[in-house]
């Protein structure tokens, strides 16, 4: 069966992909994705099993596409920082920094990537995308001679373990305060 692209524009389109957005998340705070059905996820979010056929072929396809959204804006966010230094010559603020900011907006996704119930291999996608992201920005801005994938991958977890560690407090420190904890961590300078 061939899948329709929706419309990002479209009003309807946006009400529906915000529908399985929270369905799939609820759905997951009580049982594996594997055990999920288009039933169970067109129950909950709402939709026609019908219309989810039209634009996915099953679960894991949709959740797929839901996390690589999720990833891209991510990306979006960490590049915003990066942009700043290079393209205007700042010193990084915290108020620079957009990643916290992408994270509370999701904060109900983190909740569930970051508790016991999840699959360690979501957690992987996202530190492999931050360790590329971290790798591309220590190679364009010329950090370290030789960056290595241990230099890499201990940034990514650091960014990675300090987000955890605010969803272990309940997301109760503000968005600035994690971007002045993180600058404090990371010693993050612009190079002038």
Sequence with gaps: MRRVKMN??????????????KAIIELLRDKPLEKITVS???RQSGITR????IHYENVPKYFEEFIELL?????????????????KNYQLEPKMIHLFEHVYNHKDFY???????SNIAYYKLFFERI???VKSSMQSKELLDEPTEFIDSFLANAI???????YNEGFQKSIDEMNNILLKLLKIKALK
């Design 50 to 53: 019908k219309t989810f056929y």
């Design 131 to 133: 360790k590329a992201f």
């Design 111 to 117: 909740q569930f990537i970051f508790s016991s119930n």
């Design 160 to 166: 990675l373990g300090v987000i955890m560690e605010w």
């Design 71 to 87: 990833l891209v804006d991510l990306e979006q966010a960490m590049q915003k920082s990066s942009n700043y230094i290079t393209e």
């Design 8 to 21: 990002a524009k479209d009003l309807r389109v946006i009400k529906t992909k915000q529908s399985l957005q």
């Design 40 to 42: 169970d996820l067109c």
